[in-house]
């Protein structure tokens, strides 16, 4: 942490509406646990500028890279991702101090004339660059007895709805996160039920990230921490790292607490891999103790991993691009 009490601490954030608007929460935040100004360092990432799928320029750190390289240089003195983008691997240099109390993990629908997924008609065209969300709503259309289409699209969240109200589209598929932290969650027509759609690991949560040498920065930051989050979502990233797949690949998992009445004692993953076209999906469940390490978390996600490659999981992954 930059030493002078009286400097604002400097954040480094992507310049889009979600990024701005996550990176001024915790920023918010900050601020009030330290009692220091928290200013916003706008930083542009390859993923913003590239044109190029998702699929294609291989996913993995696309949005991370410049603002990792920022913190490394001492431009900045903290970062906030979004946890979904970041690579599993971490870099020795960084930690993340902080992995705050999730959002709702769920895909959104937002289709034309307030139609659920379930309304959709027969050869409907859907909008995702993501191989799993392409594969499972494939999977979930054929459940209903129905074939979809869906196109590839890039872009901020005002062009992926854009291509519903101006009728290229009948839906695209979004993060609810993601419109819930920008304020338009009340476009969302749907929000899938998770037993149809698995989110992509991490979804919905944040990473706060700074400098491992950064002690004093990082018994501040670690206020945000929810425990909760961060052994669900260490869980689904040791699924993902364990499959050998990247954040482009057609991966879905979710981690949460089991109740028996008030009591919490267990934590669920469940996790998908499928191809492409919906046409085979492995997906398996396992259950165990709330992990109460970090150690334990990844247990739980290579556990699964393990159940799934010996179902046939790491077939299911060569196909990328779309
Ligand atoms: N890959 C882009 C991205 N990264 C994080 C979010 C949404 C917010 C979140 O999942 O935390 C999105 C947009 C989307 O998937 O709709």
């Not at 002690?215 to 989050?229: F, G, Q, R």
Request: net charge negative; glycine share 10%.
């Amino acid at each position: 942490m930059n030493p002078r009490l009286d400097q604002p601490l400097r954040l480094g954030t992507r310049r889009s509406k979600l990024a701005m608007s996550q990176s001024g929460h915790v920023a918010e935040a900050v601020r009030a646990i330290t009692g220091r100004p928290v200013e916003l360092v706008e930083i542009t990432t390859y993923g913003d500028v590239s044109r190029e799928s998702l699929s294609q320029i291989g996913g993995t750190g696309v949005f991370v890279t410049a603002l990792r390289e920022a913190l490394v240089r001492g431009e900045v003195d903290f970062a906030v991702h979004s946890l979904k983008d970041l690579p599993t691997t971490q870099p020795d240099d960084l930690v993340i101090a902080a992995m705050p109390q999730r959002e709702d993990p769920r895909d959104a629908l937002v289709a034309r004339d307030g139609l659920t997924f379930e309304q959709l008609p027969d050869g409907a065209r859907i909008g995702t660059g993501s191989p799993r969300r392409r594969s499972q709503l494939h999977a979930y259309a054929k459940s209903l007895g129905k074939v979809i289409e869906t196109v590839a699209i890039r872009g901020n969240v005002d062009t992926r709805i854009g291509f519903v109200r101006n009728g290229e589209l009948d839906a695209v598929v979004l993060a609810a996160a993601g419109l819930n932290r920008i304020g338009r969650g009340d476009e969302a027509t749907d929000l899938i039920s998770v037993d149809n759609m698995l989110p992509a690991p991490g979804q919905g949560a944040l990473a706060v990230e700074c400098l491992a040498s950064d002690t004093d920065l990082i018994s501040a930051l670690a206020e945000l921490d929810d425990p909760y989050t961060r052994a669900a979502v260490t869980a689904e990233r040791a699924l993902l790292g364990a499959l050998e797949a990247g954040c482009s690949a057609p991966v879905g998992a979710l981690a949460d607490l089991l109740a028996d009445g008030q009591i919490v004692n267990e934590m669920r993953l469940r996790g998908v891999v499928g191809t492409l076209d919906g046409s085979t999906l492995v997906q398996l469940s396992t259950t165990g103790p709330v992990p109460q390490s970090y150690d334990e978390a990844m247990a739980l996600g290579r556990e699964l991993a393990d159940e799934m490659l010996a179902k046939g999981a790491a077939g299911l992954m060569g196909e990328r691009s779309l």
